[in-house]
């Protein structure tokens, strides 16, 4: 069956250091993933995907996400993390044999220091 | 476009009355999503509508929860009666054919609280 796992409840970085959020995911087709941001009392917003091409993907805001097949990965990262980014960070994925639903991990409360 | 709307934002109501939650999807888009959204479970698919038409309810948790699309441009999501339990932040998201590489966009949510 399909799953998304995010290891870590919580990434603690302080402000100006490089970010890392984790996610695994366990699909039987092509992985087709998602990250998504949610703050505070706001709706889960798209940042960016991965389909097929380059492993290293490009998003809005300075994040990047890097998919690796053999490690089953798609961890996004920032280079420099700002305040504003303190969020819960959502991945998905989805494949032909997912209906085309998106499976989602459970999230990942990002805290960046001053 | 004004992206989906979700109406309540917040809804306090007492165990056994009926609540309504309401979604106007991105105009175009033929796909909306409910999902349920609590500490203890994460966010979960509870039902997802295809042309007006539920294709999937299999999320739905019990029978006091029914969803309905009317039109193109609203859908309701209703629990009757509510209970302590229902209590958690409900999401519309909507999206074009949910192909592979098609992200959903979701409202700003509605935060029900059964007392």
């Known amino acids: 069956a399909q799953s998304v796992a995010q290891p870590e409840d919580q990434v603690n970085v302080a402000e100006g250091n490089p970010l890392t959020v984790k996610c695994t995911y366990s699909?039987?087709?092509?992985?087709?993933l998602f990250w998504y941001v949610q703050y505070p009392n706001r709706g889960l917003q798209f940042r960016l995907k991965y389909i097929t091409g380059d492993n290293l993907v490009k998003g809005s805001y300075g994040f990047e996400a890097e998919f690796n097949k053999s490690q089953t990965s798609f961890h996004l990262k920032k280079p420099s993390a700002l305040v504003s980014d303190s969020a819960l960070y959502f991945c998905?994925?989805?494949?032909?044999?997912?209906?085309?639903?998106?499976?989602w991990g459970a999230g990942t409360k990002l805290i960046i220091k001053p | 476009d004004a992206g989906v709307i979700q109406s309540p934002r917040h809804e306090v109501t007492e165990m056994g009355q009926e609540v309504t939650l309401r979604c106007k999807p991105i105009?175009?888009?033929?796909?909306l999503f409910w999902y349920r959204q609590t500490m203890m479970r994460g966010l979960e698919l509870l039902i997802y509508?295809?042309?007006?038409?539920?294709?999937?309810d299999s999320g739905m948790p019990e029978d006091r929860f029914s969803a309905k699309m009317p039109n193109a441009s609203f859908s309701t999501l209703k629990i009757q009666p509510s209970e302590p339990r229902d209590s958690a932040v409900y999401f519309c998201?909507?999206?074009?054919?949910?192909?592979?590489?098609?992200?959903?966009?979701f409202g700003q949510g509605t935060r029900l609280t059964v007392v």
């Open positions: 105009s175009g888009h033929d796909y």
């Open positions: 998201a909507s999206s074009l054919r949910p192909t592979l590489n098609t992200e959903a966009f």
């Open positions: 699909v039987s087709g092509n992985p087709y």
């Open positions: 509508f295809n042309n007006n038409v539920p294709i999937d």
């Open positions: 998905a994925v989805r494949d032909e044999d997912s209906n085309y639903q998106l499976i």
